[in-house]
């Protein structure tokens, strides 16, 4: 949104007046990405996916809010635990993008609500708990969105365990991330996908676990799972975020029922991150279940992202390896369907100079 892809009335629109390096949370950005070119594919993706022009809008929107919220100003009345907006501007910015009031939403992020017996009580709190607030609210709008546009993309093509001990460890007392890797350890200790790392001293970082994905093994590190697991958010800001008349925030966090009102933190309204993926996935197997299920084989042509390139050592290692599953599940397939059918595509592949796009498709039956 930054990048000169986009003109300035563009960027005016998105009150996106300040350089890059300015906001808070791009400062790390990387400068070896080149991000007029990346968000020219990003646009270009977005239309061949069907987003409209005004969804595209919204979404910009929205991530310039989140953006903002990183820079708000916030201070604290000396000797008293009350915080306050010291600089209206990114307030009334953020206010502006997302089509709700601005006194609102500092009294949401400073003074937020909450419900005893049947009064609603406004309460003060101090600077950390108001800055801790301003994130929360940047990650809930930027994971809902995140959501919100995996889905348009599953819908738009084919729908697409760990998560429940996961979920349980964040909400036993004393939950931590030594019990965590224990119980994994134990209780998925005969599951052939999974094993505990060993640790070594040329890798730069601790592993703890590995599970055996179709692609190959891939390393964990839960260092602090737990607490991005949790990422509660006030009750108050999800309040605000739903009263917002911008079309796609109405969708994105509808009216939260008078019911799901608690006096604390953690209500079904602050659902753990594990909680929501692991509904994604029940509804995945609930469709799988009920399907005549198919499998594709996506087989990467080249790494450069090149079309009509086909580099056959890195095509011929992946359709091995597709094979030398196959063979450890179902016995020797030399004369199998999949076998034949990769005798047939490799010297297809190697001499065609049609465009493959991003991959070749194998497709077997499940």
Known sequence: MLSNYFDNPHKSFLK?????????????????????????????????????EEEKIWIFQILSAV????DIKFGERSGLDVSFV??????????????????????????????????LIRKNQNLAKTL?????????????LFG???KRCNDAFSPMGVLSFLEEECVVPNGSEKSLLEKLCSNLAGDSSFKKSKQSQKYSTVRHFAVQHYAGEVHYNIDGWLEKNRDNVETSVLDILSQ?????????????????????????????????YKNQLQCLLDTLNTSS???????????????????????????????????????????????QT?????????????????????????
């Open 244 to 276: 917002s008349t911008h079309p796609l925030l109405k969708v994105l966090f509808p009216p939260v029922p008078a019911n799901n009102l608690k006096a604390r933190r953690g209500t079904i309204t602050n659902s753990t991150v594990s909680f929501l």
């Open 342 to 366: 990769i005798r047939s595509v490799i010297p297809m592949a190697v001499v065609s100079d049609t465009s493959f796009g991003e991959g070749i498709d194998t497709q077997e039956s499940g």
């Open 132 to 144: 801790s607030s301003a994130s929360a609210m940047a990650k809930v709008l930027y994971e809902r």
């Open 148 to 150: 919100w546009v995996v």
């Open 16 to 52: 996106l007046s300040k350089k890059v390096e300015q906001y808070k949370y791009l400062r790390n950005d990387d400068p070896s990405i080149d991000d007029a070119e990346t968000a020219k594919l990003t646009d270009e993706a977005f239309s061949k996916i069907g987003f409209s």
């Open 86 to 119: 010291e600089s209206m501007q990114e307030v009334d910015n953020i206010a502006e993008l997302l089509e709700m009031k601005s006194s609102k939403l500092v009294d949401a992020l400073t003074q937020p609500t909450i419900k005893v017996h049947d009064k």
């Open 67 to 70: 953006l903002w919220i990183g």
């Open 293 to 339: 299920a198919h499998f594709i084989r996506c087989v990467v042509p080249n790494y450069e992202k090149l079309p009509g390139k086909i580099d056959a050592p890195l095509v011929l290692a992946q359709l091995n390896r597709s094979i030398g599953e196959k063979k450890k599940s179902r016995g020797n397939c030399d004369n199998s369907r999949e076998c």
